[in-house]
Nanobody, 125 residues
Framework: QLQASGGGLVQPGGSLRLSCVAS??????????MAWFRQSSGKDREFVAA????????YYGDRMKGRFSISKDRAKNTVFLDVNNLKSEDTAVYYC??????????????????WGQGTQVTVSS
């Protein structure tokens, strides 16, 4: 089970940190990569970032480099997404996801078998 939190209403130029806590007995044996996706109203889900759970690999969507930073705390089974200089176009529901060691590329939804419920981020003055 994945539980995302940290969303809310933020002014343009602001920052926030999203968290995703994983729980469940099968988590450690299944998960090799965790990711954040986002979906704006009327648009397809978009890859934001992914991080290796057992390796120090990180991946970012082409439009996410620079303002987005993904990190993890394995002791707490938690993945974070830090976003700086928020823009109105960052308004979306942000989803965390967990996937196994092998499969489709990290930026594809099919890689991930577990998804959180999403947390809404609204950037507005």
């Amino acid at each position: 089970q994945l539980q995302a939190s940290g969303g809310g209403l933020v002014q343009p130029g602001g920052s926030l940190r999203l968290s995703c806590v994983a729980s469940g007995g099968s988590f450690s044996s299944y998960v090799n990569i965790m990711a954040w996706f986002r979906q704006s109203s009327g648009k397809d889900r978009e890859f934001v970032a992914a991080i290796g759970w057992n390796v120090p690999s990180k991946y970012y969507g082409d439009r996410m480099k620079g303002r987005f930073s993904i990190s993890k705390d394995r002791a707490k089974n938690t993945v974070f997404l830090d976003v700086n200089n928020l823009k109105s176009e960052d308004t979306a529901v942000y989803y965390c996801a967990a996937g196994p060691a092998y499969g489709t590329p990290p930026y594809t939804e099919k890689r991930y078998g577990f998804w959180g419920q999403g947390t809404q981020v609204t950037v507005s003055s």
